[in-house]
């Protein structure tokens, strides 16, 4: 998938933080086999020049791992504590979860957590836009919003949740909120007629 995909459309939180392409790197060997013929045949030369191209080549593969491990898509435990760190996401939740579920979130809850909290840093305040950042959370779902002109707003909500999202949401920590506004979140069981829920 091309950066354009996720979130704000730099590749933000999903590896290499804005760049176009991971970090990719030839092989020593490669290097080794540029030396030109009449070298070849030199251990010393050989041997002298990979000690000096050793050092880069781990640092190449260190950064490479370091790309790969902090990608949303490949991070987990401390990797995901530190992503969060860095878009505001705690994995220890401010609140006791329904049903005495522990309030440390797993990789998974946490990982969709912070998501969701990089589309709310990067919402742009249009409907349409929300749309679009809910449906790469929650495939398949749907949210309408209805502004009831008074300050606050009803949220539909669609799709399938654990009872821990739920929290999540009515808690305000998934869907974007404009300061000041009140948010009245409506779960759909059943198809709302009128809404395409």
């Given amino acids: 998938m091309s950066s354009g995909n996720y979130f704000g459309g730099g590749g933000y939180g999903v590896g290499n933080y804005g760049g176009e392409a ?15 013929s009449q070298y070849q ?11 000096l191209l050793a050092p880069f080549d781990d640092v190449t593969n260190c950064l490479y791992l370091f790309s ?9 435990g ?5 992503i969060g760190q860095i878009v505001g996401a705690a994995r220890h939740l401010n609140f006791q979860p329904r ?30 836009s929300l749309q679009a950042a809910w449906l790469k959370l929650f495939p398949g779902g ?17 799709g399938t949740f654990t009872t821990l999202i739920e929290d999540l ?22 198809p709302i007629f009128g809404f395409r829920l």
């Avoid at 991971?22 to 080794?32: E, G, R, V």
């Avoid at 790969?68 to 987990?76: C, Q, R, T």
């Avoid at 919003?145 to 909500?157: A, E, G, K, S």
């Fill in 41 to 51: 045949n030199s251990p010393k030369f050989l041997a002298f020049v990979k000690a």
């Fill in 169 to 190: 949401i009515t808690n305000d920590l998934i869907v974007p909120r404009p300061e000041t506004v009140l948010c009245n979140y409506i779960f759909a069981t059943l």
């Fill in 142 to 158: 749907r949210l309408t919003i209805i502004d009831n002109q008074n300050m606050t707003f009803d949220v539909l909500l669609s």
């Fill in 68 to 76: 790969w491990a902090f990608d949303l898509n490949n991070a987990v």
């Fill in 99 to 128: 049903f005495g579920v522990s309030a440390i979130l797993d990789d998974a809850t946490y990982r969709i957590l912070i998501l969701a909290t990089i589309a709310r840093n990067q919402w742009d305040g249009q409907t349409d």
């Fill in 22 to 36: 991971p970090i990719f790197s030839k092989s020593l060997a490669y290097y080794l086999s540029l030396i030109p």
């Fill in 78 to 82: 401390d990797q995901l504590d530190i």
